[in-house]
């Protein structure tokens, strides 16, 4: 069974920085990882991804601020975030693509708030 565990979350007061850690178990052969967001009464939106070969899809409104990495062999993916603004505030959801299925973490909330 795969499970997707994000860690890193938490309270910044804004121009902070956090970085969010998600480890895949039970799986193999992920295409692609990554990080979504959902805000209080707003839709789940893209925040970075990436495939195996490191090339990644951010979001224009996180472009220059947050950094995604992630290593293949340990099925690890990292959310480096800078600058944060209140309107980062939001509930950060690490995802899987296999071959099969689509998997989600239960997600890590990020409060942006002086």
């Known amino acids: 069974q795969v499970q997707l565990v994000e860690s890193g979350g938490g309270s910044v007061q804004p121009g902070g920085s956090l970085e969010l850690s998600c480890v895949a178990s039970?799986?193999?052969?992920?295409?692609?990882m990554g990080w979504y967001r959902q805000a209080p009464g707003k839709q789940r939106e893209l925040v970075a991804v990436?495939?195996?070969?490191?090339?990644?899809t951010i979001a224009d409104s996180v472009k220059g601020r947050f950094t995604i990495s992630r290593d293949n062999a340990k099925n690890t993916v990292h959310l480096q975030m800078s600058s944060l603004q209140p309107e980062d505030t939001a509930i950060y959801y690490c995802?899987?693509?296999?071959?099969?299925?689509?998997?989600w973490g239960k997600g890590t909330l990020v409060t942006v708030s002086s």
């Open positions: 990436m495939n195996t070969g490191g090339s990644a």
């Open positions: 039970g799986a193999s052969s992920i295409s692609m």
């Open positions: 995802n899987a693509n296999l071959v099969v299925a689509r998997y």
